[in-house]
């Protein structure tokens, strides 16, 4: 009888223990309005993380060099950026790509106003472009499309503003000819009858990974555990995403703010970017970081392992 009595009190102690509580992780997005970035807010409101035991709060920081900063402070605990941030990690940033998020950058244009004289890409020569920050996958593209063109990396001249507000008034006050903007935001513009994409930018990147998930490297050497979590959280979202249209352009329309109906359209045209399991591409990290020094932006080539970190992948949520 009294070992029913003590199996029966193991079980009240058990049902009255408070739950453990879930581990609270930042991650930030380098651009706010980016349909690849929806991924970490499907997991949130679906709650897809907290399954892993993760309380995950999402920032706009609204460019990269923000967004490495604020992850060199310890303010951001993973960031989803453009694959040209290795060079950060390269320059000694305290931090390491573990995953890939997305392959070409189709996601990404070069934007004019919907009456401007500039019509192909041809007319982009010469003229100075918008674009979120210095050293971010903006300036890399806008460049790489310099050099395919054949006019030499400073045949356009790239113009960090910041954010995608600041870039869209220089645009309409004609102090740029054009502006580097997402897909989304660009199909809003063109809805409303102030912008026209002039081309978008997958071409110049075929072997690529236009976004990856960085960690801070802190992080990374003294819970391992919880980045495995968080990964395994974030490519469950995005499989998620890929058998559920509805519901990720729902989402997608509130984070984004646009149209429920770009939302569906870009939806279609990007899924099939993202990541299912985060694998890097080595072809990849070499083509970026031969650019990085064709670019001038680093002296010397950076090994593997002071950018990146593959311990996790495959991600298998």
């Known amino acids: 009888m009294n070992r029913f009595i003590s199996i029966a009190l193991a079980f009240i102690a058990l049902a009255g223990a408070p739950a453990r509580a879930a581990d ?22 679906e709650g897809i993380f907290a399954k892993y035991g993760l309380d995950v709060e999402v920032l706009n920081l609204g460019n990269a060099p923000r967004l490495h900063q604020a992850m060199t402070a310890g303010s951001v605990d993973f960031a989803m950026s453009s694959g040209a941030d290795l060079a950060f990690a390269a320059k000694g940033e305290p931090a390491r790509a573990i995953a890939a998020l997305a392959t070409d950058p189709r996601n990404v244009s070069i ?3 919907a009456d401007s004289p500039v019509k192909t890409v041809a007319d982009l020569k010469g ?50 000819a054009a502006m580097f903007a997402s897909v989304e935001a660009a199909l809003q513009l063109e809805a409303k009858g102030i912008g026209r ?3 978008t930018m997958g071409k110049y990147a075929p072997i690529f990974h236009a976004h990856m998930i960085f960690v801070r490297k802190p992080l990374l050497d003294q819970n391992p555990q919880l980045v495995d979590r968080f990964l395994k959280g974030f490519f469950a979202s ?9 519901k990720t352009s729902e989402i997608a329309s509130a984070s984004l703010h646009v149209d429920r109906a770009i939302a569906d359209k870009v939806y279609d045209q990007q899924v099939d970017m993202l990541e299912t399991d985060g694998h890097i591409n080595p072809a990849a990290v070499e083509l970026m970081k031969n650019s990085f020094l064709e670019m001038g932006m680093l002296q010397t ?9 593959t311990r996790f ?5």
């Open 111 to 113: 934007t004019t106003l």
């Open 24 to 45: 609270h992780v930042v991650v930030g997005k380098a651009v706010a309005a980016l349909w690849a970035f929806v991924p970490a807010d499907v997991g949130v409101h």
């Open 313 to 317: 992948l495959p991600v298998k949520p």
């Open 238 to 246: 995005i499989a998620f995403m890929k058998t559920n249209k509805e």
């Open 127 to 176: 003229q100075r472009i918008a674009i979120s920050g210095a050293g971010s996958i903006s300036e890399w593209l806008v460049r790489q499309m310099a050099i395919q063109e054949g006019w030499g990396k400073d045949g356009v001249t790239p113009t960090p503003l910041g954010s995608n507000d600041a870039n869209l008034a220089a645009l309409r006050t004609h102090q740029v």
């Open 197 to 199: 994409i002039v081309t």
């Open 301 to 309: 080539k950076p090994s593997n392992d002071q950018i990146i970190d």
